[in-house]
């Protein structure tokens, strides 16, 4: 059973950084495509980021320059770390993968499309 666990989450106040973690387990070898998502209160969700298994990257535009996705294929983890964070950066954040899904077009509206997710962390920027 594929399961994907965030952390890393928090409170931070405009400008600071924050980096969260996604243990993925319950699947061997490498999704073709991995991600971040986003959902405000009242709002819907939003793709953040996007890492495919050649390590391809794609950033919603309002994060390029201050997001960096990345994977740790030997630890099954992927990563977002966060700089210059902005108040309007303030969601729950969710890891999402589709290991089974080989054909899945990895880009960051394609995240939304990813069938597993896990439980979010939320992060919290105050001006």
């Known amino acids: 059973q594929v399961q994907l666990v965030e952390s890393g989450g928090g409170s931070v106040q405009s400008g600071g950084s924050l980096r969260l973690s996604c243990a993925a387990s319950g699947y061997t070898g490498s999704s073709a495509c991995m991600g971040w998502f986003r959902q405000a209160p009242g709002k819907a969700r939003e793709g953040v980021a996007s890492i495919d298994s050649d390590g391809r990257t794609n950033y919603v535009d309002s994060v390029k320059g201050r997001f960096t996705i990345s994977q740790d294929n030997a630890k099954n983890t992927l990563y977002l770390q966060m700089n210059s964070l902005k108040p309007e950066d303030t969601a729950t954040y969710y890891c999402?993968?589709?290991?089974?899904?080989?054909?899945?077009?990895?880009?960051?509206?394609?995240?939304?499309?990813?069938?597993?997710w896990g439980q979010g962390t939320q992060v919290t920027v105050s001006s």
């Open positions: 999402a993968a589709d290991p089974l899904n080989t054909r899945v077009v990895c880009d960051v509206p394609g995240v939304l499309n990813l069938n597993y």
